[in-house]
């Protein structure tokens, strides 16, 4: 295991820590750790790409921790009433379809690796949970501004419906990219 996947790695590790941060409500701790997070998701692609080591794991690895960072956050961002079942559904039953995809794709000796789309679904998420555990913590700081609460609120639902319509794009396009590998397999 490289350095990159071991960073990917954490990222899955700081996910349960991230869920008790929000349980407990120590939204200024959570969101501290949701921001090291996603820094993990920028940091081990950039060292993989730097030192020539992508593989395989890695590529398989670092949607898994995305998938788990961001369900976990959303999951309790629902129980609070920030995030709307709709686009949380949506989002996540693309996830499943993709992991369905993904292993297909894996029996035939193809990667699919993310796609632009995919990565801008994956900045919408983050920027819509990042801005939604914010929120929580701006809002439980009586001395600080409602404004700037109402706005994080605000934006965090605008990302998260760019996120929803960045996943069914990217959806799309993954599927397309595993009927012509199956068509190129064949």
Request: proline share 2%; charged share 15%.
């Given at each position: 295991?490289?350095?990159?996947?071991?960073?990917?790695?954490?990222?899955?590790?700081l996910?349960?820590?991230?869920?008790?941060?929000?349980?407990?409500?120590?939204?200024?701790?959570?969101?501290?750790?949701?921001?090291?997070?996603?820094?993990?998701?920028?940091?081990?692609?950039k060292?993989?790409?730097?030192?020539?080591?992508?593989?395989?794991?890695g590529?398989?690895?670092?949607?898994?921790?995305?998938?788990?960072?961001?369900?976990?956050?959303?999951?309790?961002?629902?129980?609070?009433?920030?995030?709307?079942?709709?686009?949380?559904?949506?989002?996540?039953?693309?996830?499943f379809?993709?992991?369905?995809?993904?292993?297909?794709?894996?029996?035939?000796?193809v990667?699919?690796?993310?796609?632009?789309?995919?990565?801008?679904?994956t900045?919408?998420?983050?920027?819509?949970?990042?801005?939604?555990?914010?929120?929580?913590?701006?809002?439980?700081?009586?001395?600080?501004?409602?404004?700037?609460?109402?706005?994080?609120?605000?934006?965090?639902?605008?990302?998260?419906?760019?996120?929803?319509i960045?996943?069914?794009?990217?959806?799309?396009?993954?599927?397309?990219?595993?009927?012509?590998?199956?068509?190129?397999?064949?």
């Amino acid at each position: 295991m490289n350095v990159a996947n071991i960073i990917t790695v954490m990222r899955i590790v700081l996910a349960p820590f991230l869920l008790w941060a929000l349980l407990i409500k120590n939204f200024l701790f959570a969101s501290i750790l949701f921001i090291a997070a996603t820094f993990t998701d920028f940091l081990d692609g950039k060292i993989a790409r730097a030192n020539k080591i992508v593989t395989n794991l890695g590529k398989f690895l670092d949607p898994i921790a995305d998938k788990i960072l961001t369900t976990f956050s959303y999951l309790y961002l629902m129980k609070v009433g920030l995030a709307d079942i709709t686009p949380v559904a949506m989002i996540l039953a693309r996830e499943f379809i993709l992991v369905a995809v993904r292993m297909d794709a894996l029996q035939r000796g193809v990667v699919i690796s993310a796609n632009i789309f995919g990565k801008l679904k994956t900045f919408f998420q983050f920027f819509s949970i990042f801005l939604s555990i914010f929120y929580l913590y701006v809002s439980s700081e009586k001395s600080l501004d409602l404004c700037i609460a109402e706005n994080l609120f605000l934006f965090s639902r605008i990302f998260l419906w760019m996120a929803t319509i960045f996943s069914i794009i990217s959806c799309i396009a993954y599927v397309k990219q595993l009927f012509i590998a199956k068509r190129d397999f064949f």
